[in-house]
């Protein structure tokens, strides 16, 4: 006997589920960001106690598909990571990192400037991890901002 049951789709799930990593990745490919950030949301606001999404996997994750060229999708699991782990500077890194890889110079000087405003609020990383990152988004933004003249006052970082 064959036992083909009916795929199950993101809009007949139940809305309680809490997406896996992979599934986040499945929708922003099948989707789009939004989509697959009201399922974050929605799972968030149902078990507000847990922590959803495990920051180093979807880190992880959005660093393959940036390997694999998959820039526009990378850049929208590590937004996610961002909207639930706000003070993950290898979020902030790998967003910055993800915009460089895409040529949008605007966005990696605002995602460093951002960086540098969560880095004292990380809590998981050592004190010499935090400096030499500080070190390099620094010297990222005097770069970028010495080869794109008119992006020099969008930061608060001289050139």
């Not at 789709?9 to 922003?28: G, K």
């Amino acid at each position: 006997m064959n036992w083909n049951p009916d795929p199950i789709t993101w809009e007949s799930r139940p809305a309680a589920d809490v997406p896996t990593e992979i599934e986040l990745v499945v929708l922003i490919r099948q989707h789009d960001y939004e989509m697959a950030w009201q399922r974050l949301r929605l799972a968030q606001q149902t078990y507000q106690d847990l922590d959803v999404v495990r920051e180093n996997v979807m880190n992880g994750l959005a660093h393959r598909l940036r390997a694999n060229g998959e820039l526009d999708a990378a850049i929208s699991l590590f937004r996610l990571n961002i909207q639930v782990h706000p003070n993950s500077i290898r979020a902030h890194d790998g967003f910055a990192d993800a915009y460089l890889s895409n040529g949008d110079s605007l966005m990696v000087i605002r995602t460093y400037e951002q960086l540098l405003e969560s880095l004292p609020l990380d809590t998981t990383m050592s004190q010499s991890t935090k400096h030499r990152i500080r070190q390099n988004a620094e010297l990222r933004l005097r770069i970028l901002q010495h080869t794109r003249p008119e992006n020099a006052g969008a930061s608060r970082f001289p050139a």
